[in-house]
C-alpha cells in the first residue's frame, strides 16, 4: 500500500503539458555502457530498471551535440537522423516500465579528451594537459544551432526533453565564467555578453521543440572556483533562463577542476542545499536539489522546507533502482543507500571502466546478471556474515534457497563495522539495509556460532559458502608485542583508545581511514566545520564561493609511515582519495615514506630513513599492515571431502585491501551461481 510518510516526496508536479507523479529525478551520470557492445541493449535495460522504481523522470548520461564536444573519441554524439535508432530502444523501454527521460546534451568544451576538443578561449584545464582551440564567432553561433538541432533530433527519438548541461565547469560555464573566458567579442566581457551563449541555446532549442518538450537547463549554483560567479549573477542567469523557455532548473555543484569535495562521503549530507535555495527563491519554475541526498526521509525534509521542488538522485538510484517505489510503499528499510564512496561509479569511469556499484554490483550489469528463482532450491550454509557473507546469503535465499548463516560474532558485519566508525562512511546504512534482508527473505541467523569443518559437511547441505573474511596481519618487527602496540581492529572496534601520539604503520587505505578515525576531533555543528575546513562562502558575495580555509585541529599527534619510497595513498579512490589527504594535512598529520622500522619500545617506534636512524617519540603505535586470508575452515571441508559443493569467498578467498567492493560482488556471483 501508498505511504503517507512523504507527501511531498510522492505529490505529483504539473510542469508544463507534462504531469511527474512524484518529485524524484535520476540525475544524468557517466556509465560507460555507451561505447560496449550491445549499447542501446544495455542502456535500455539500465534506465528501465530504474523507471520501473518509480523515478518521475530520468535524465540520461550526456551525449554530444557535435563531434568538437565530445567527452573522449568514442563519446555518444547526436547530430545526425540515422543515429535516432540507436536512442529509440532506450525510449521505448523507458515508456514501456511507465517512466519519462530526457537526454542530457553535454559539450565538454576544455575538458575534452580529443585532439579537437575547442573552448570560449584557449585557456588550458588544470585537469586536461590538451590546450582547447578557441571558437570563432561563427562557429560559436554553430555550436549554439547544434545545441538546438540535438534536442529536434532527440525529441523525434521519442525523448519526453533534454537537459542541458550548463555546469561543472562544461562548455556552457566555461562561457559564463571570467575564468574561462577572456574573449572581447560579443560573447565575452561584460556578464550580459557571457550570458548570451546559455541564453540562445535554450531560445534556439525552444522555437526548434515547441512549448510541450520539457527543457531542463543543469545551472552551476556553486562554481567553487576561483574567478566564478557570485550567488547575484547565478540568480540573474537562472531569471534570465526561465523567461529563455526553460522548464525546469536543475544544480550543479562545483567545477570538475574544484579543490573542493562535492559529493564524495566526506561532504555532509544535502551540504549544498543553501545554494540550491537561493536560486528557487528567485524563480518561479521548479528547481531541483542535487549532491549527497540519498535517503527519502532527507528528501521530503528538502522538499517541504522549499528548499527546491524536486530532487536529483542519481548514485541513490544506482544503489537501489527500487528506491522510490519502496520509500512509497513504506519499505524505506529496504532501501540499499548510497554511502557516497565512489568507488564503483566515478573511479571506474575515469579509469576507463563501465560503472558500477560496491553495495549494488547487478548496477550497469542488468543484462549480465540478473536475480532469477533457483531452478532446484537448495540447502545452503554461509559462514560469516561479514560483507561477502551478507550479500551471499541474502541474494541465494532471494532466489529461493534455504540459507543458514553462522557468525562468530555477537553482531553481523565483520570489517563493515569497522568501516562504519571512520568519520564520513555510511556501512551503518549498508548494514541496515542487510538486517532488513536477512529477516525479509528468512535466513536463518546464528550469532556467537563457530560450526566446526566436520559439522558443516555433515549438516545436510547441498553448498557450503566460507566468507570467513581476515585476520591483520602483524609484521615482523622488533617489540611488536610492547603493550603501546595496537592492531587496527582493536582501535576501530573500541576495544583500545589510542594515547596524544600515534604511529600508524601502513599507508594503505586501512592506514589512511584510522589516521582520519583518530585525527578528527569531535564535531558538532558538521556541516559548519566542513564548510569552513575547505574555505566555502555561504553568503554568496564572492565570486566561485570560496573563501580562506579555517586552519583545523587535531584530536591527536598522528604520523603515517609506509616502507614503499613512493608517494603514500597510491591505493586510494581517485575521487575521494586527493580530498582525504588534503583533509588529513589540514589537521597536521604527517607521512613518512621509505621507512624500514628497527624496533618498538618504551620511547615509541625507531626506524631508518635514507640509512639514518630516527625515532617517534608516540603513546602507541597502530598496525595497519594489511591483512591475512582467515580460510583455515575451507581447508579443512576441502580436506574432509565434503560432499556439499564448497566455495570461499571475499577477503578468505583474496585479502589484499580491506575491499567491500570485491567481497560484496563475489558473494553475489556466487550466490547466483548456486
Known sequence: MPSNLYPTLFSPLAVGAITLPNRIIMGSMHTGLEVVPNASERLAAFYAERARGGAAL???????????????????????????????????????????????????????????????????????????????????????????????????????????????????????????????????????????????????????????????????????????????????????????????????????????????????????SFAVKRIRDAVSIPVVATNRINTPELAESLLADGIADLVSLARPLLADAAFCSKALEGRADEINTCIACNQACLDFIFTGQVATCLV???????????????????????????????????????????????????????????GKVVPGKEFAETLRYFRAMLSKRRVDLHLNSHPRAVELANGGFDAIVVATGVTPRVPDIEGVGHPMVMRYDQVLGGKRVAGRRVAVIGAGGIGFDVAEYLSTPAQGDELAHFMEAWGVDRSGTVGGGLVKPVPQSAAREVTILQRKPAPAGKTLGLTTGWALKAGLAQRGVKIITGAQYVRIDDQGLHYLQDGKPALLEVDNVVLCAGQESARGLYDELIALGAQASVTVVGGAKRAAELDALYAIDQGMRTALAL
Open 58 to 272: 530520468i535524465i540520461t548520461g550526456g551525449c554530444s551535440p557535435n563531434p568538437a564536444g565530445r567527452m573522449d573519441e568514442h563519446h555518444g554524439v547526436l547530430d545526425r537522423p540515422e543515429q535516432i535508432a540507436f536512442h529509440r530502444p532506450i525510449v521505448d523501454a523507458v515508456h514501456a516500465a511507465g517512466g519519462l527521460i530526457a537526454l542530457q546534451i553535454l559539450h565538454a568544451g576544455r575538458y575534452a579528451r580529443h585532439k579537437d576538443l575547442v573552448g570560449a578561449s584557449d585557456l588550458l584545464a588544470p585537469i586536461n594537459r590538451l590546450k582547447p582551440r578557441v571558437l570563432t564567432d561563427a562557429e560559436v553561433e554553430q555550436t549554439i544551432d547544434d545545441f538546438a538541432a540535438c534536442a529536434a533530433l532527440a525529441q523525434a527519438a521519442g525523448y519526453d526533453g533534454v537537459e542541458i548541461m550548463g555546469s561543472e565547469g562544461y562548455l556552457v560555464t566555461q562561457f559564463t565564467s571570467l575564468r574561462t573566458n577572456n574573449r572581447t567579442d560579443r560573447w565575452g566581457g561584460p556578464y550580459e555578453n557571457r550570458l548570451r551563449f546559455p541564453l540562445e541555446i535554450v531560445r534556439r532549442a525552444r522555437a526548434r521543440v515547441g512549448s510541450g518538450f520539457l527543457i531542463v537547463f543543469r545551472l552551476s549554483a556553486l562554481d567553487l572556483v576561483e574567478g566564478g560567479l557570485t550567488a547575484g549573477e547565478i540568480i540573474a542567469q537562472a531569471r534570465a533562463l526561465e523567461q529563455a523557455g526553460a522548464s525546469i532548473l536543475d544544480t550543479g555543484i562545483g567545477w570538475h577542476e574544484a579543490r573542493v569535495p562535492t559529493i564524495g562521503y566526506i561532504v555532509p549530507r544535502a551540504a549544498w
Open 360 to 418: 549494488n554490483p547487478r548496477a550497469c550489469r542488468e543484462t549480465e546478471f540478473s536475480v532469477r528463482p533457483a531452478a532446484t532450491p537448495r540447502r545452503v550454509a554461509v559462514v560469516g556474515a561479514g560483507a561477502a557473507g551478507l550479500a551471499c546469503a541474502t541474494t541465494a535465499a532471494e532466489r529461493g534457497h534455504k540459507v543458514t548463516l553462522f557468525e562468530a560474532a555477537g553482531e553481523i558485519g565483520g570489517q563493515l563495522n569497522l
